[in-house]
T-cell receptor
Framework: EPEVTQTPSHQVTQMGQEVILRCVPI?????FYWYRQILGQKVEFLVS????????KSEIFDDQFSVERPDGSNFTLKIRSTKLEDSAMYFC?????????????FGPGTRLLVL | AQSVTQLGSHVSVSEGALVLLRCNYS??????LFWYVQYPNQGLQLLLK??????LVKGINGFEAEFKKSETSFHLTKPSAHMSDAAEYFC????????????FGTGTRLTIIP
């Protein structure tokens, strides 16, 4: 069964450093998402991406964040200058287009720790 | 704005007993509703979803949920708990206005007592 994959599974970085989290969505999906889950808190929406542009973003997704689909398979989240409060589990998700294709399929996550 | 409330951050049931996890939503337009499960150190797996068809929805692993518009609820149930059901369960809502985001509840951690 096709699945969303994410790399790395864990990332430790120093405050102020740039990180890039990578995702490979399900191959025929056209909508892509990033969510995060701070330890002990709920899953929060960050951004959605369709047709090579951001379709929706939350207030969390400020200028320090960016997303890109650099090729036909990868979808990346870049945090330009990490803060301590960026420590969280980051989930990528994707969904197909079309009628009755509302389900977002999630990857296993990247646990980011900012020191 | 849409929101989800999950009553009970922790629920414990005995193996073989009924599982009931509560979810109430708020949405100004008819929503789509989802239950996801998160096993330790894993991602979110879809259990079931409501998308304005049948109000009683059956999902994987013997779970089901009933959409009740009058109560704005979408509670998750399973007649007989199994040890493997121990996990965190998240209810999520997506409205039909074209917004892409899922709004999640705070989650309920289900513990199964042998």
């Amino acid at each position: 069964e096709p699945e969303v994959t994410q790399t790395p599974s864990h990332q430790v970085t120093q405050m102020g450093q740039e990180v890039i989290l990578r995702c490979v969505p399900i191959s025929n999906h056209l909508y892509f998402y990033w969510y995060r889950q701070i330890l002990g808190q709920k899953v929060e929406f960050l951004v959605s991406f369709y047709n090579n542009e951001i379709s929706e973003k939350s207030e969390i997704f400020d200028d320090q964040f960016s997303v890109e689909r650099p090729d036909g398979s990868n979808f990346t989240l870049k945090i330009r200058s990490t803060k301590l409060e960026d420590s969280a589990m980051y989930f990528c998700a994707s969904r197909a287009s079309g009628v009755s294709q509302e389900t977002q399929y999630f990857g296993p996550g990247t646990r980011l720790l900012v020191l | 704005a849409q929101s989800v409330t999950q009553l009970g951050s922790h629920v414990s049931v005995s193996e073989g007993a009924l599982v009931l996890l509560r979810c109430n939503y708020s949405s100004s337009v008819p929503p789509y509703l989802f239950w996801y499960v998160q096993y330790p150190n894993q991602g979110l797996q879809l259990l079931l979803k409501y998308t304005s068809a049948a109000t009683l929805v059956k999902g994987i692993n013997g779970f089901e949920a009933e959409f009740k518009k009058s109560e704005t609820s979408f509670h998750l149930t399973k007649p007989s708990a199994h040890m493997s059901d121990a996990a965190e369960y998240f209810c999520a809502v997506k409205d039909l206005r074209g917004n892409e985001k899922l709004t999640f509840g705070t989650g309920t951690r289900l513990t199964i007592i042998p």
